[in-house]
Nanobody
Framework: QVQLVESGGGLVKPGDSLRLSCIAS????????IGWFRQPPGKEREFVAA????????WDAESVRGRFTISRDNAKNTVYLQMDNLKPEDTAKYFC????????????????????WGQGTQVTVSS
């Protein structure tokens, strides 16, 4: 199985930007579709954005569309989430999750399931 480690979270003001990174080890990242999820305090985990194993397909939630962009660099075993125009309601712990590419990408999203999870990185948006 692949191991995932997220980084890049922090405390920012409304309107600021952050870029989260998800670095994979153990298996090559190109074997997996990758998703970014978030879990606000006291709420359930939700799917934010996803990218297929080869990078040809993307999906994102309506709440972040036009503000968040997912991308991947398989040569670096890394998936990114560029978050622009952050809002207080984006405050959450952000996780990346991997789904084996044997599963159809469009049947995976937006289920909140994954074969492997990272430990998460906190994003707090506050003035």
């Amino acid at each position: 199985q692949v191991q995932l480690v997220e980084s890049g979270g922090g405390l920012v003001k409304p309107g600021d930007s952050l870029r989260l990174s998800c670095i994979a080890s153990g298996r090559t990242l190109s074997s997996y579709h990758i998703g970014w999820f978030r879990q606000p305090p006291g709420k359930e985990r939700e799917f934010v954005a996803a990218i297929s194993s080869g990078g040809g397909s993307r999906w994102d939630a309506e709440s972040v569309r036009g503000r968040f962009t997912i991308s991947r660099d398989n040569a670096k075993n890394t998936v990114y989430l560029q978050m622009d125009n952050l809002k207080p309601e984006d405050t959450a712990k952000y996780f990346c999750g991997a789904r084996d590419r044997a599963h159809l990408f469009l049947k995976w999203v937006p289920q909140t399931t994954a074969d492997s999870w990272g430990q998460g990185t906190q994003v707090t948006v506050s003035s």
